[in-house]
């Protein structure tokens, strides 16, 4: 299978370099993710309503996303877009904006899906990302994303909490459940293929928008029954270490993560 590889830069953590030539028909392509939850704008701090009638709100939320591909229509051909970069919707105030990537050039063909992985790739998912240069996106998060204990990289931070008590003021525990949802290891490193018929026209900027709906991430996807946030074990993936919920908020971006 052939390989068209371009680079693509990242809006704030990574610079950009001209120096991949397309020939032919060609054009610039914005990657936009936008967060929400049940179909709500994302918003840090704000209450929202869980299915179970209780409030909940999220202090964090972000997640690395990686390998992101085009895949071609006519052709067995895929584009390369993106190695690995960190959504981050840790907005102080308001909406949260879309996570952007800009992606310089593209050719202007048909495309009929999108790949892409949750996480940080095994190559990168360890210590050793301190050799690389602070420009690199996996080490630009590495203070904030990096696990000592465990060795390995948050995939996705998504912290906050619920209001156990039904007062619907959010306080701490045992009132309120507070909560870390931070799913790590290359286990848990999880592949998606989004289908998506993407006609790129040449001259004529394009964008990519994909979304996260932050409930589906905990409803189980036979059921949709969500995620009982008033028993301990739920509360999170680190403290102490649960690798059975880590693999399931993982597999939940299945249903999650959409293609607008």
């Not at 996705?156 to 003021?169: A, H, I, S």
């Not at 739920?234 to 299945?254: G, R």
Request: hydrophobic letters at 40%; a negative charge.
């Amino acid at each position: 299978m052939k390989k068209l590889i371009y680079l693509l830069c990242i809006i704030t953590i990574a610079s950009c370099n001209d120096s991949d030539e397309i020939l032919g028909p060609a054009t610039n392509v914005n990657l936009n993710i936008n967060a929400t939850f049940n179909g709500e704008p994302f918003e840090i701090g704000k209450s929202y309503t869980y299915p179970d009638g209780h409030k909940i709100k999220f202090d964090e939320f972000s997640f690395f996303i990686a390998g992101v591909t085009l895949l071609e229509s006519e052709t067995d051909d895929e584009l390369d877009l993106l190695e690995v970069g960190l959504a981050d919707f840790a907005a102080s105030t308001g909406q949260a904006q879309p996570a952007s990537f800009l992606i310089r050039t593209v050719p202007a063909v048909k495309y009929d899906a999108i790949r892409l992985s949750i996480g940080v790739p095994s190559k990168f998912n360890k210590p050793s990302i301190l050799d690389y240069g602070a420009g690199h996106p996996v080490r630009s998060a590495y203070d904030t994303h990096f696990w000592d204990a465990g060795e390995s990289f948050y995939f996705m931070k998504l912290g906050g909490v619920y209001d156990t008590n039904g007062d619907g003021v959010f306080g701490s525990s045992p009132e309120d459940n507070m909560f870390q949802h931070y799913p790590v290891k290359n286990a848990n490193f999880i592949t998606l293929t989004l289908q998506k018929e993407l006609d790129i026209v040449e001259g004529k900027p394009f964008d990519l928008d994909l979304s996260v709906d932050i409930l589906k991430l905990y409803e189980d996807e036979q059921t949709n029954t969500p995620l009982d946030f008033t028993k301990p074990e739920n509360l999170s993936t680190i403290d102490p270490e649960n690798d059975a919920l880590s693999a399931f908020l993982m597999k939940n971006f299945q249903q999650a993560l959409t293609a607008e």
